[in-house]
């Protein structure tokens, strides 16, 4: 399992892009879902991309990790996150 922690200023990095593409190659070839992207910031950045690859990425759950900072908020995405990786 992959977690890809997303933000704002990593969806403009090459190497996230290689990672993400890199681990969508891994998943068709073994026909399964390995990659679990979570976003610790500004998830409309995230949702309204114009990158083709961001938009493929959009398309999956993605665990809003956005309120991290808040113990409440980050215990119940962490409690989603569990229960996704448990699949």
Known sequence: MV?????????DSDWVRDEFEYTMTQ????NTTILLPICIDNLDSLLNSDKAWVQKLSQRLIGDFTGWKNPDK???AME???RALKV
Do not use: C, D, G, V
């Not at 977690?3 to 969806?11: D, F, G, K, V």
């Not at 998943?27 to 073994?30: M, T």
């Open 80 to 82: 989603e996150l569990l």
């Open 74 to 76: 980050f215990m119940k």
């Open 27 to 30: 998943e068709k070839h073994r």
């Open 3 to 11: 977690i890809m922690a997303l933000s704002e200023n990593s969806l």
